[in-house]
Structures are given as structure tokens and as C-alpha cells.
């Protein structure tokens, strides 16, 4: 009877560095990850292939369910609207319809997918800085709120709505310092210098418009409570000065987006599961500033919530399966993976969760993470410690759902698919693979250009 | 290949270097393959026992080992030529 062969593993060797600090940081994984809401990553790769974005319906929806309870416990009015430049995948978008989100868009393509997915009009918030007149027009006849950006759109807002015969409700963006670094003050008008009150009171004054809200959209990524609560008492007070100074009631104050996800921050020291701040925190600091801020009970304005990232980046994993391995002129382990930064864009601004999908020892190795681009940027993490993988194996890549599914790029290779998996822990193809054919559908080549002989 | 004489090895896969006083650390199989080196095995040899014992083939087998050799050389653990 022949003896059974043991399980192998590369040899390894690594260098002890004791009483100093890893710059590779400590090891974190200690399991494999094999399945996505009961359903196994083997499976999803054999059947869909690799690479492939997968997407838990189950955690989408309790996510919003927990920002839902945060804000609607603490503030009479809340209503979100979903970020659709976070990932305005149809299906994606649709769940948060469900749940009872509006839609946000900042661009006529967004709009479009707004309307085409059944929003109604009026529930579609028009944000951005870059409105077409057709857009704008759009926008007025189906009664959206539109969130004006400068003055330039002002004034054109102002002309089209003259046109129409319409008086349309508008929004100002506002930008305002609170606290942060850097501080964002390109979108809207700033609160400090004046620039709100003045674009407040050309649209009242010219009363061609109504002005009905309020927005700002402080940051990004935002890990502090705190910022959010100077925010909300700025925009407060505007609305209480609207109140006093032109008698006009606010109905809404937008506080926009930009709460930190759980993902880890390139060159942050901690990871992100430690410092994101949940819900409630930023919760309590917004519903806390309106609340304390002079409104009269039967005044409170409509809390509006933007919120993307937070809501949908921990539903979104990315498999991947590794290409090769190889060995860095400093000895360094770089191993090769079939996604690089086309798919894994925030690969740029995050060191994202990797995990092994099979079975591995407690031995690791300091590694570089390299995407199949032949693109020296193509680097999906610097440095990360995970166990001998072999060409084959299979990781998955965590907290991938806000931004890689609408920042992604068809660079030499076509875009992977995009898988739901449903409440009952089915998977379903929400975006096909694309295929040659979606690339070159809209190429036009001349006629003059069809033939050649090499 | 022979790794350096005044290299020590110990029974739990830790290697200490007293020229540099490095200190590193082996998985299970590199602690095999290091023994098998210190004891003047060649690399057929090892290669064949690698295949015989685990799940592995000659192809990667052979790859590792070379990648192996490679950090040995890089650490400087290795007999000068």
C-alpha cells in the first residue's frame, strides 16, 4: 500500500526582527475565508470565474437598517437618498429604493439611471457642479430638487426657470470650516465668508426660484463625529437666519455623505475596524446640533442623508486568484494576482483585507501584492503578511463595495462579473462579464482604415 | 551548497547567525530541507525526497527549492564558493 504524501507548503524562511517595529505591520488573519453568506468562494469562482465582485443583499440592507435606526431614534424627520456615484449598479441601487432611499445623483447619466430604476422625480436630488441646460430642464419639469453648486448655475437656473414659467425648488450647497483638514471648500458656497447668505438672498429676492434646502458635504471619509456636528449647527443656524431675516421656512437640511467606511486607510496606524465611527456617533453629533439649535418643534427641518460608502462597502468582497509568485531583487515576495488596479480602484487609497480563501499554516511571509497589469502602479497592496500562496489559490479582497463598481477601468482586459447574493444566499448575476463586443460597440472605423498588408 | 559550519539550528526551526546575530525563523519543511543541506544532501536528492513525502510535484518542488536557496543566499547563510 503506498504511504499517503503529506500536505505540502513552500520552504520559508524569514529574518526575526524583535524590540523594533514591523513596517509590515502585525498579522491579522488567522482563518481562511471561504464563504460569502453561506455560500462558498471555491463555488462562486468555479462557476462565474475569477476575478469576480460578489455582493451581500443580506448586508446591504441590514447596514441601512442600522444608519435607519441611528438617525430615525434620535430626529423626528430623516429621510436618506442613495449616493448613486458609490455604486449605481441597478440592483444595487434598487435595494436601497426598497429600504426607502432616494436617490442622489450629480450627473446627467445618474439621473438617467434614477429615473430609468422608477424614482420618482421629486425624490431625485441633483447634486454636482456640471448640470446641462437640458439637464436642468429636465430636472425642473420633474420637479427634483436641484442643489445649486455656483453662481453661474444660479443665474442659469434662474434664466430656464423663467423660460419654463416653473419655480422650481433649489437647494444651495454649502461649504464651511469644521474643523477639519483639508478643509472642502471647492463644491458650493462657503458659510464663513458670506457667499451662502449671498446666494441665499438672490434666490429669495428674485423669487423666481424657492428656496427650499440646505446641503453640505463636509469631507470625505470623515473620522470625526465632531466635524459633522459644527456642520449641522451652521447649516442651522442659516436656516434659522432664513427664518427670521425673509420669514421663509427651510424643509430640509442635506447633510451630505462622506462617513468613513471600516476599510484601513494607506499610512493610517490603526486599522479601520478600530477607528471608523459607527452610525450612532455621527448620529448623535448631527440630530444632537439641529435639535439644540433654536427651532421651533413645529419647525424642525426634514434631515437628509447622503450617505454611500458606509452604507455599502463592507457588502462588497472581491475574489481573486493568484497568477504567480516571485522574488523581488531584495528579497521581498511579490505575488501576482489576476485583478489589479482597473477592478480594485480604492487599491489607491486603501490597504485593503486580503484574506486566503483556503486552508493555510500559521507561517506568513511579508509580501507585495501585485495586479496582471503590465503597469509598474498596478500594486494592490504594498506590503501585506499572508501564508505561502500558490499559483491557483484563491484571496478574497474585503470591503470593496463603495466606488470599485463605478470608478473602474476598462484598461486591456474586460471588466469581471458582478455577483448578488440574495437573502436566500442565491447568487445572481447583476452585471455580466464584458465581452469584446461591449467594448467596441461604439468604436467607428473608417473605411479607409479596414484594410492593411504587413 | 552547504550552509555555513557555525550556524545554529535549533529543533523548533529557529536559525542563529553568531557572525551577525541574526535570528530566523523556518516553517516546518524549510527546517527539513536546512537539516538535509547541513548534512551534505544535494539537491537531486532533496528534490526527490520532496516529491516522495509530499503533495507536490518535481516542477514546484524545484521552484521553491531555488526560491529557497535564494533567501539563503540573501541572508548569507550559505558556504562562500
Known amino acids: ?454 | 551548497m552547504k550552509i555555513r559550519n557555525n550556524i545554529a539550528l535549533s529543533d523548533s526551526g529557529f536559525i542563529f547567525d553568531p557572525s551577525t546575530g541574526d535570528s530566523f525563523s523556518l516553517n516546518p519543511i524549510g527546517l527539513e530541507i536546512l537539516r538535509m543541506l547541513k548534512s551534505g544532501k544535494d539537491k537531486s536528492f532533496i528534490l526527490t525526497y520532496m516529491v516522495d513525502t509530499y503533495q507536490t510535484d518535481m516542477e514546484t518542488a524545484e521552484k521553491d527549492y531555488d526560491d529557497f536557496m535564494g533567501m539563503l543566499t540573501q541572508f548569507h547563510l550559505l558556504q562562500e564558493k
Not at chain 1, 53 to 64: C, D
Not at chain 1, 247 to 260: L, R, S, V
Open chain 1, 1 to 454: 500500500m503506498a504511504t499517503q504524501r503529506l500536505q505540502y507548503e513552500r520552504p520559508l524562511i524569514q529574518r526575526v526582527n524583535t524590540g523594533i517595529l514591523n513596517k509590515f505591520g502585525t498579522r491579522t488573519e488567522y482563518a481562511p475565508f471561504t464563504h460569502i453568506d453561506g455560500v462558498s468562494v471555491k463555488s462562486l469562482i468555479s462557476e462565474f470565474g475569477s476575478p469576480l465582485f460578489v455582493l451581500s443583499e443580506k448586508n446591504i440592507r441590514e447596514k441601512y437598517q442600522e444608519a435607519n435606526r441611528a438617525f430615525k431614534t434620535r430626529y423626528p424627520k430623516v429621510q436618506f437618498a442613495w449616493s448613486y456615484k458609490t455604486n449605481y449598479i441597478n440592483a444595487v441601487c434598487n435595494i436601497f429604493h426598497q429600504e426607502g432611499s432616494w436617490a442622489e445623483v450629480v450627473s446627467g447619466f445618474e439621473y438617467q439611471k434614477a429615473l430609468k430604476n422608477g424614482v420618482p422625480g421629486n425624490k431625485i436630488i441633483f447634486n454636482g457642479p456640471d448640470k446641462t441646460d437640458e439637464e436642468i430642464t429636465l430636472a425642473i419639469q420633474n420637479k427634483s430638487p436641484l442643489h445649486i453648486d455656483h453662481l453661474d448655475e444660479l443665474y442659469r437656473v434662474t434664466e430656464i426657470a423663467t423660460e419654463l414659467n416653473i419655480r422650481p425648488e433649489v437647494a444651495i450647497r454649502v461649504n464651511m470650516d469644521t474643523g477639519i483638514y483639508p478643509m472642502w471648500d471647492r463644491f458650493g458656497f462657503n458659510y464663513e465668508n458670506g457667499q451662502a447668505w449671498d446666494a441665499i438672498n438672490k434666490i429669495i429676492l428674485s423669487d423666481k426660484l424657492e428656496l427650499t434646502g440646505l446641503h453640505c458635504h463636509i469631507g470625505t471619509f470623515m473620522l470625526s463625529p465632531s466635524a459633522y456636528a459644527v456642520a449641522a449647527s451652521k447649516m442651522s443656524d442659516l436656516a434659522i437666519g432664513v427664518l427670521q431675516k425673509h420669514n421663509i421656512k427651510i424643509k430640509y437640511i442635506d447633510m451630505g455623505g462622506g462617513f468613513a467606511s471600516r476599510n484601513t486607510l494607506k499610512g493610517a496606524y490603526l486599522q479601520g475596524v478600530d477607528t471608523s465611527p459607527s452610525f450612532d456617533q455621527f448620529a448623535e453629533a448631527i440630530c444632537t446640533a439641529i435639535l439644540n439649535a433654536g427651532f421651533h418643534k413645529d419647525d424642525l427641518p426634514l434631515l437628509i442623508l447622503e450617505t454611500g460608502r458606509a452604507l455599502v462597502d463592507e457588502a462588497g468582497y472581491l475574489l481573486g486568484s493568484v497568477i504567480s509568485n516571485k522574488r523581488l531583487s531584495d528579497g521581498r515576495r511579490a505575488t501576482i494576482m489576476d485583478f489589479g488596479v482597473n477592478v480594485l480602484f480604492t487599491a489607491f487609497w486603501y490597504d485593503h483585507k486580503i484574506t486566503p480563501a483556503q486552508e493555510f499554516s500559521h507561517y506568513t511571509e511579508d509580501t507585495v501584492m501585485y495586479g496582471p497589469l503590465c503597469m509598474n502602479i498596478d500594486v494592490v497592496r504594498e506590503t501585506c503578511t499572508l501564508p505561502p500562496l500558490k499559483k491557483g489559490d484563491h484571496v478574497v479582497v474585503h470591503t470593496v463595495g463603495a466606488y470599485n463598481m463605478t470608478q473602474w477601468m476598462q484598461f486591456i482586459s474586460l471588466r469581471p462579473p458582478v455577483i448578488l447574493i440574495d437573502r436566500n444566499g442565491k447568487p445572481q448575476i447583476i452585471r455580466k462579464r464584458e465581452t469584446i463586443q461591449s467594448i467596441e460597440m461604439e468604436e467607428i472605423l473608417p473605411a479607409q482604415l479596414k484594410d492593411f498588408k504587413l
